[in-house]
């Protein structure tokens, strides 16, 4: 068996341990493959630390290969997100896909993925009519629910690790019908903090609250919260400058957007709407906060000023992301060109061996072998962005994304 998990070890904790070590104690005799966001997350920012190490924790911690996620979908909403994991692990040989989750009750996940997948009508005008409200459309989908098919059920879509766990079973659900094939697919429930808090407080903590710890210089604090290997990597980083945090990419932001907005509002907001997930309200907002911005520039100062009711944190900074990488709406579809390797054990280079005669996408295990291929190549140069990021902050001369190497465990 093949077991696929989706991750981004941002870094990696106690919480990412359990489940391993859960799928582990179940699947003794399974091959574990991630797929995990490379340099830029989800949640809409650089990650703490680069792919290759993050790759490393995962490897010690028996997972015998790693996948990278495209920066692209990383980028965009969860079911972008989603896609591109699931049919990454589901190509590489994933026969089952195990997940963490809030949730008692994974059928009631279960029949929210059905229902987003295949909507009634009156699902579907309902969810209209809450955003045309000005609610998010993840808020306008809970409240849809809640009015249609009850409060318990729509509870299920309001914890982080749920709505990511409804957007692979609804991947899982599609590919199985449009292939006519089983892929499996179980939960674990999520032991400990929740997921967005934001201080530690228990063994299993969040994350966020890593990241917050480290973002205050308290490293010392996240000792035993993490494996012995992955906290030495993490306090060497630490020592050496060498963590990223969201407004390290504030010059980066500051700069495009002088640039995007250097003519009137009109034909700024007609270049802003271009870019990722980005709306025509939205735009006009961010062309009216930055022209008349007027203190030192953050990120994270500027997503506070433009979240509201419509747009949370997380939307915005992705979309914020998107601009500085020059990711557009065109880019985004569902479609994979190209499936990155970030590291193996023997176990995994097997098991790459054995499905890379079959594979119907190119398969790229050195960064070198990437060089036709256009999008992994604009792959190539966000990487390149974020490694001179981590260059300026350290006084380094950064290394280019093309010399780096994979990560291979014995």
């Known amino acids: 068996m093949t077991i696929g998990i989706v991750a981004e070890f941002n870094p990696f904790h106690n919480g990412h341990k359990y489940l391993l070590d859960s799928i582990k104690a179940k699947y003794p005799e399974a091959s574990l493959i991630v797929s995990m966001s490379g340099d830029f997350v989800q949640r809409g920012e650089g990650a703490i630390i680069d792919k290759y190490k993050r790759t ?82 993840p808020k306008a989908r809970m409240l849809a629910l809640s009015s249609i098919y009850g409060e318990n059920l729509a509870k299920e879509t309001t914890k982080s690790n749920n709505v990511l766990a409804i957007e692979y079973i609804r991947q899982i659900l599609k590919y199985n019908k449009k292939h006519k094939a089983n892929i499996s697919f179980e939960g674990i ?124 944190y997380s939307r915005i900074s992705r979309c914020l992301f998107c601009i500085i990488l020059g990711i557009k709406k065109t880019d985004i579809k569902e ?14 280079q097997a098991l790459l061996s054995s499905v890379k005669k079959d594979l119907d996408i190119e398969l790229i295990t050195k960064n070198s072998k990437g060089k036709e291929n256009k999008e992994f190549l604009e792959e190539m140069y966000m990487s390149d962005l974020y490694n001179n990021v981590l260059g300026r902050k350290t006084g380094k001369i950064p290394e280019r994304e093309i010399k780096k190497a994979i990560v291979k465990e014995n």
């Open 189 to 312: 429930k999520r032991l400990g903090q929740d997921f967005n808090d934001e201080e530690i407080k228990e063994n299993l903590t969040s994350a966020t609250a890593i990241r917050n710890s480290l973002y205050k210089k308290d490293i010392e604090i996240i000792k035993g919260h993490t494996n012995e290997f992955t906290y030495n990597i993490l306090e060497d980083s630490f020592n050496k400058n060498e963590l990223i945090f969201i407004d390290d990419f504030s010059a980066l932001l500051y700069f495009k957007l002088l640039d995007l907005c250097k003519y009137n509002k009109d034909e700024a907001i007609k270049a802003l709407v271009e870019f990722n997930d980005l709306s025509e309200f939205l735009a006009a907002s961010i062309y009216t906060k930055f022209i008349n911005w007027n203190i030192a520039f953050k990120i994270s100062d500027f997503i506070d000023a433009l979240k509201s009711k419509t747009y949370t």
């Open 56 to 137: 490393s924790m995962a490897l010690s911690e028996n997972v015998n290969l790693t996948l990278q996620i495209a920066t692209k979908f990383s980028l965009s909403s969860a079911s972008y997100f989603a896609f591109a994991s699931i049919n990454s692990l589901i190509k590489l040989g994933a026969d089952k896909i195990i997940f963490g989750m809030e949730s008692d009750n994974i059928e009631n996940l279960v029949k929210i993925a059905n229902l987003l997948n295949d909507e009634n009508p009156e699902f579907s005008e309902s969810i209209k009519s809450f955003i045309n409200e000005g609610y998010s459309y």
């Open 335 to 348: 479609e994979l060109t190209f499936i990155k390797v970030l590291g193996f054990d023997k176990k995994g």
